[in-house]
């Protein structure tokens, strides 16, 4: 069997798209899987990096609001959609799989064109416009959340990749702190805003980096490819990334993250167990906020608005947060379990369905 997974961009879609590859691969060694992405994404990284192949299809973002930008969608997306056809010719897929976002759709019409079965897994809590399209053109839609827009879904969850959702966090503590060179003993707050960095949390979180280290807090900050931010001068440890590629190290180094709501970060970061400060990008459809809603109303993790979160309120409420081991571990423990975290072969079966 041969399965062309589309998804990229950002990790939010490539992610799953990886987790999705491994778990096919696991469950038949025989079933070939090739990507399809786009050349400016983190995919055009990451895919390749992961063994597997990739092909490419012109980018085509969606516009949310009417302009000059929507009226050139419908050229654009009639030449993804021949490009997505010269791969599924060459390819010859038996099963699409898309992951939504704008590499997705010229998959979705290639597969309608060649009467391929496909199949749509939605990431958030709240479908985007790319994958409202596909499930039109299926019976077989997944989702990461119950409830999502989607009539006729399945909720099977988020896939998740493998490094991630079979790690022993107190395991591996030690090895991961001293791997990104942090006291083996100090609170460890996470600080990450998605694959993209968020500078709204950068700068809060930068500015209470010295009340922090009063609390005897180190910090790792994962800020973001593009971001820049310079480590500030502080008595105990505040080591700065621009991205991490073992997300899994950065996790059993923490006790606690600020962070995004994108899909893939909260399931993640809650099924690992480890308590969040979850702070939703204010853009977009708003899914970041009902992504998090679950782990948060399970006491896994606290919702705080982005313009509510200064490096005052860091300082005030992150500090004390990360010196409560009994809060600490109350939360993460209501964190565990609310998302699944066996998605990936769910998701795997259901393709596999599909392609009979
Ligand atoms: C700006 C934007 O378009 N954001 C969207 C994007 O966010 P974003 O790409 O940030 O999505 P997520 O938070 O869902 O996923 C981030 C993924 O990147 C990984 N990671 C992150 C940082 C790092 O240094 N290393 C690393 O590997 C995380 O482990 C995770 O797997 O996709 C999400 C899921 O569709 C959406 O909810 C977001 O609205």
Redesign the pocket.
């Known amino acids: 069997m041969h399965v062309l997974l589309a998804g990229g961009g950002?990790?939010?879609?490539t992610?799953p798209l990886l987790a999705t590859a491994d778990a096919l691969r696991r469950l038949d060694p025989t079933v070939r899987v090739t990507c399809l992405g786009t050349t400016s994404g983190l995919e055009a990284r990451l895919v390749p990096e992961a063994g597997l192949p990739l092909e490419f299809v012109p980018k085509v973002p969606l516009p949310r609001r009417p302009g000059k930008a929507l009226l050139q969608v419908p050229g654009k997306l009639l030449a993804a959609r021949r490009a997505a056809l010269e791969v599924v010719d060459r390819v010859r897929p038996d099963v699409v799989v898309g992951f939504?976002g704008y590499v997705s759709v010229p998959a979705y019409l290639a597969a309608r064109t060649r009467r391929l079965p496909l199949v749509v897994h939605e990431?958030?809590a709240l479908a985007g416009i790319a994958n409202k399209l596909g499930a039109r053109l299926t019976r077989h839609v997944a989702t990461s959340f119950p409830g999502t827009d989607i009539p006729h879904a399945t909720y099977v969850g988020l896939p998740v990749r493998r490094m991630v959702s079979t790690l022993d966090r107190d395991a591996l503590r030690a090895e991961a702190r001293a791997s990104f060179g942090l006291d083996p003993d100090r609170p460890t707050l996470l600080v990450?805003g998605?694959?993209?960095g968020a500078a709204r949390i950068n700068a809060a979180v930068l500015g209470a980096a010295h009340a922090l280290s009063r609390a005897g807090v180190q910090v790792l900050h994962?800020a973001g490819p593009t971001q820049e931010v310079d480590a500030p001068a502080t008595d105990v440890p505040y080591v700065v990334r621009q991205?991490?590629?073992r997300?899994d190290l950065a996790y059993a180094a923490a006790d606690a993250v600020v962070c995004?709501a994108?899909?893939?970060?909260v399931t993640?970061v809650s099924g690992v167990g480890l308590p969040a400060v979850y702070v939703p990008?204010p853009i977009?459809n708003g899914?970041?906020a009902l992504?998090a809603r679950p782990v948060v109303e399970a006491g896994g993790g606290l919702l705080v608005a982005d313009e509510e979160l200064t490096s005052e309120w860091v300082a005030a409420h992150v500090a004390p947060m990360l010196t409560d081991p009994e809060g600490l571990s109350r939360m993460g423990a209501a964190a565990r379990g609310v998302m699944k975290l066996d998605a990936d072969e769910t998701l795997a079966r259901m393709i596999m369905e599909a392609a009979r």
């Open positions: 950002t990790a939010g879609h992610s939504g990431g958030n990450t998605g694959s993209q994962v991205y991490v590629d997300m995004r994108g899909s893939n970060t993640e990008l977009g899914e970041q992504n």
